[in-house]
């Protein structure tokens, strides 16, 4: 089955400065890589995802990008500010499950 | 807001006893899924469904079972409670559609097996 492996587990960076979360997967099947984002004791929420199609997708101060060759697949948060603060977690899906990665749980400091 | 109610939002229960999971839909969504959360493991899946009385089983599905008798309703059952099995569970809905299809989760129950 899918393995999909999510790094770092925690990540600190200065407000306004930029976050990079990256994911490995290894079947070579999978064509969907959301990103959900959790915050604490709430439910996590989509907030973009990727088709095997597609190599980079843009939504505001967020971006994914993916390499399919090398099978990973990385978010992007540029200008980052205190609300981003969070835990991130990546999935890949070939079919109508997915598999999670493990999280990362970032903080920006003001 | 996915349409996805789940209940109870917490219990405290004893090993050995049994214990239902609801997850109510009212968006008509063909698949819905059974998650547990632990730290450091990310979000596991349990059960899944894609249909009235199809079902099939996820990553970590010893211990538990499902039931979906309606489109709506999605049951997740431990049929003997461990200490193991306590965690946070989530369900969550796929939204309409051929292929690999967005997943938007319910809020959670947080369960504690003592």
């Known amino acids: 089955g899918e393995n999909v492996e999510q790094h770092p587990s925690t990540l600190s960076v200065q407000e306004g400065d930029s976050a990079v979360i990256k994911c490995t997967y290894s079947d070579s099947a999978s064509n969907y890589f959301p990103w959900y984002k959790q915050e604490l004791g709430k439910r996590p929420q989509l907030i973009i995802d990727i088709r095997s199609n597609v190599g980079e997708k843009k939504d505001q101060r967020i971006a994914v990008t993916l390499n399919k060759t090398a099978k990973h697949f990385s978010l992007h948060i540029t200008e980052t500010q205190p609300e981003d603060s969070a835990v991130y977690f990546c999935?890949?899906?070939?079919?109508?499950?997915?598999?999670f990665g493990t999280g990362t749980r970032l903080t920006i400091i003001p | 807001d996915a349409g996805i109610t789940q209940s109870p939002r917490h219990k405290v229960t004893e090993t050995g006893t049994p214990v239902t999971l609801r997850c109510h839909q009212t968006e008509n969504h063909r698949y819905m899924y059974w998650y547990r959360q632990d730290p450091g493991h990310g979000l596991r899946l349990i059960h899944y469904s894609y249909g009235v009385k199809d079902t099939d089983k996820g990553e970590v599905s010893d211990g538990y079972s499902v039931s979906r008798s309606k489109t709506e309703d999605f049951l997740l059952t431990l049929e003997s409670a461990t200490s193991s099995q306590t965690s946070v569970y989530f369900c969550?809905?796929?939204?309409?559609?051929?292929?690999?299809?967005?997943?938007?989760f319910g809020d959670g129950t947080r369960l504690s097996i003592l």
């Open positions: 999935a890949a899906s070939g079919d109508e499950k997915l598999t």
């Open positions: 969550a809905i796929s939204t309409s559609g051929q292929g690999v299809q967005p997943q938007h």
